[in-house]
């Protein structure tokens, strides 16, 4: 069987996934689900968004698996999960609108993965903005889930299941002992008015009325699926910059982004994945807030026109990304976290128009420089050491094969590939499904 862990290596660093995230998880996913069975997604919340470009328009998919373009895929959002069923919902019904078919058949919905309450966006808003008055903000998309996982953690919130027994004491002692405490924090720290019990009873009671027939014990779904040698993708939703333990603390998401933990949050922790597959942009961007050495490579205008030829705005906000060259700095390490077996190598048509084109192959701090990328560092005070390529001026987006590709544009490939220590196999030149092209061995 093949069992794929896509995962954003991104570029960068310090941004966010992997390089900080929004390398094109989503098109390479929906790729990848042309031949699975299942796509999981592992970690995360409604916090990203990813692009798919179908014949059908595009899709912004936050929470829902980038497999669920395909009809004959089943998508799960797995344990490691944090779920907002009023965003589900909502991107549920968009989806639908647009003629896909979204039912218990195709979408299960993990009953361990944790509901994001309407109280843990609302802390995200209020705390976020306190911090704003002070210019210390996080840079939160305000979703909040860095609320939702850590009353995970301090065992203070319900999980999908447990909506399917709300008739149960149990569970409502526990409705009960969380809001309780909830209430303490919204209204003595930041003067809120407190919720009612029927409230919190009655909004539980409405998305298990809607939910109750998506959600199951996945994991043991998963197991019985492996056991029948199906094929499963499982899907990050950021790159390793933005992971919890590895990223670029605390300017990094609440949840664990890298391949590792992919078993653990999709429901199947005894498992080993086959292959990962890091995706990787052929420039950095970052979207929030943090350390981005790669920002402080070329001027603000160079930044512009970059962010205007790749689009380079957030799927999940529209905040306009910070942009700069690639990051092999940055890239090696998020590969090193992810142990990708193959790359993809995604918007190599937006670098078409540069002259010359910029890598960053080291940092420099005071007097020392280093290709080792640390995160514990004071990334802030790093300084990029940038070379350049000639540029290939040439539209690359009609091309299909890799020996169509400019001779400038292989060499900007190869030299990446010596920076990276690692072959690039799929490199794509547009948003659109089929505009990618294949080098070496694929999946
Ligand atoms: P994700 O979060 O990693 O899934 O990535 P996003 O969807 O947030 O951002 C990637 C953006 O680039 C989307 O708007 C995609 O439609 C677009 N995109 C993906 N691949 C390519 C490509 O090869 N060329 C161009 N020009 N755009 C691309
Ligand atoms: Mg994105």
């Given at each position: 069987?093949?069992?794929?862990?896509?995962?954003?290596?991104?570029?960068?660093?310090k941004?966010q996934?992997?390089?900080?995230?929004?390398?094109?998880?989503?098109?390479?996913?929906?790729?990848l689900?042309?031949?699975?069975?299942?796509?999981?997604?592992?970690?995360?919340?409604?916090?990203a968004?990813?692009?798919?470009?179908?014949?059908?328009?595009?899709?912004?998919?936050n929470?829902?698996?980038?497999?669920?373009?395909?009809s004959k895929?089943?998508?799960?959002?797995?344990?490691?999960?944090?779920?907002?069923?009023e965003?589900?919902?909502?991107?549920?019904?968009?989806?639908?609108?647009?003629?896909?078919?979204?039912?218990p058949?195709?979408?299960r919905l993990?009953?361990?993965?944790?509901?994001?309450?309407?109280?843990?966006?609302?802390?995200?808003?209020?705390?976020e903005?306190?911090l704003?008055?002070?210019?210390?903000?996080?840079?939160?998309?305000?979703?909040?889930?860095?609320?939702?996982?850590?009353?995970?953690?301090?065992?203070?919130?319900?999980?999908?299941?447990?909506?399917?027994?709300?008739?149960?004491?149990?569970i409502?002692?526990?409705?009960?002992?969380?809001l309780?405490?909830?209430?303490?924090?919204?209204?003595?720290?930041y003067?809120?008015?407190?919720?009612?019990?029927?409230?919190?009873l009655?909004?539980?009671?409405?998305?298990?009325?809607?939910?109750?027939?998506?959600?199951?014990?996945?994991?043991?779904?998963?197991?019985a699926a492996?056991?029948?040698?199906?094929?499963m993708?499982l899907?990050?939703?950021?790159?390793?910059?933005?992971?919890?333990?590895?990223?670029?603390?605390p300017?990094t998401?609440?949840?664990?982004?890298?391949?590792?933990?992919?078993?653990?949050?999709?429901?199947?922790?005894?498992?080993?994945?086959n292959?990962v597959?890091?995706?990787?942009?052929?420039?950095?961007?970052?979207?929030?807030?943090?350390?981005?050495?790669?920002?402080?490579?070329?001027p603000?205008?160079?930044?512009?026109?970059?962010?205007?030829?790749?689009?380079?705005?957030?799927?999940?906000?529209?905040?306009?990304?910070r942009?700069g060259?690639?990051?092999?700095?940055?890239?090696?390490?998020g590969?090193?976290?992810?142990?990708?077996?193959?790359?993809?190598?995604?918007k190599?048509?937006?670098?078409?128009?540069?002259?010359?084109?910029?890598?960053?192959?080291?940092?420099?701090?005071?007097?020392?420089?280093?290709?080792?990328?640390?995160?514990?560092?004071?990334l802030?005070?790093?300084?990029?050491i940038?070379?350049y390529?000639?540029g290939?001026?040439?539209?690359?987006?009609?091309?299909?094969?890799?020996?169509?590709?400019?001779d400038?544009?292989?060499?900007?490939?190869?030299?990446?590939?010596?920076?990276?220590?690692?072959?690039?196999?799929?490199?794509?030149?547009g948003?659109?499904?089929?505009?990618?092209?294949?080098?070496?061995?694929?999946?």
């Amino acid at each position: 069987r093949d069992f794929c862990l896509s995962r954003g290596l991104g570029d960068v660093y310090k941004r966010q996934g992997v390089n900080w995230g929004d390398e094109g998880k989503g098109r390479v996913i929906d790729l990848l689900a042309e031949k699975a069975d299942i796509v999981v997604r592992y970690q995360g919340g409604n916090n990203a968004g990813h692009t798919v470009v179908t014949g059908q328009g595009k899709f912004i998919l936050n929470l829902l698996p980038s497999g669920i373009l395909h009809s004959k895929v089943i998508c799960i959002l797995g344990d490691g999960m944090v779920v907002d069923p009023e965003h589900l919902s909502k991107e549920i019904a968009q989806i639908r609108e647009k003629g896909v078919l979204v039912t218990p058949d195709n979408l299960r919905l993990s009953s361990r993965a944790t509901i994001s309450m309407p109280w843990h966006r609302a802390q995200d808003e209020l705390e976020e903005s306190r911090l704003a008055k002070t210019g210390a903000a996080f840079g939160s998309t305000k979703r909040g889930i860095a609320y939702a996982y850590s009353d995970k953690y301090r065992k203070k919130t319900i999980r999908m299941g447990d909506l399917l027994h709300l008739d149960e004491p149990r569970i409502q002692a526990r409705l009960k002992m969380m809001l309780d405490s909830k209430n303490l924090e919204l209204s003595g720290c930041y003067h809120q008015e407190r919720m009612s019990y029927p409230a919190l009873l009655s909004w539980c009671e409405k998305q298990a009325a809607l939910f109750a027939p998506y959600i199951c014990d996945t994991g043991s779904y998963l197991e019985a699926a492996l056991k029948n040698g199906k094929n499963m993708v499982l899907e990050a939703q950021l790159g390793a910059m933005r992971d919890i333990d590895y990223g670029i603390f605390p300017y990094t998401s609440s949840s664990s982004t890298i391949s590792a933990y992919g078993p653990i949050g999709a429901g199947i922790p005894g498992e080993h994945l086959n292959q990962v597959v890091g995706v990787l942009k052929a420039y950095s961007t970052c979207v929030g807030a943090g350390p981005f050495v790669a920002e402080r490579a070329m001027p603000e205008a160079w930044m512009e026109a970059l962010r205007k030829s790749g689009g380079e705005y957030g799927a999940a906000t529209g905040r306009p990304r910070r942009v700069g060259p690639f990051d092999a700095v940055a890239s090696l390490y998020g590969l090193k976290c992810q142990k990708a077996d193959k790359i993809a190598l995604t918007k190599l048509d937006v670098l078409s128009s540069l002259d010359v084109i910029p890598i960053i192959v080291g940092y420099r701090h005071g007097d020392e420089t280093t290709t080792c990328f640390d995160p514990l560092e004071d990334l802030d005070s790093c300084e990029p050491i940038v070379e350049y390529l000639p540029g290939w001026k040439e539209d690359i987006s009609a091309c299909t094969d890799y020996n169509d590709l400019p001779d400038k544009a292989k060499a900007y490939i190869t030299r990446l590939e010596k920076l990276l220590e690692h072959e690039i196999q799929f490199i794509s030149v547009g948003a659109e499904r089929n505009q990618y092209l294949l080098k070496g061995e694929w999946l």
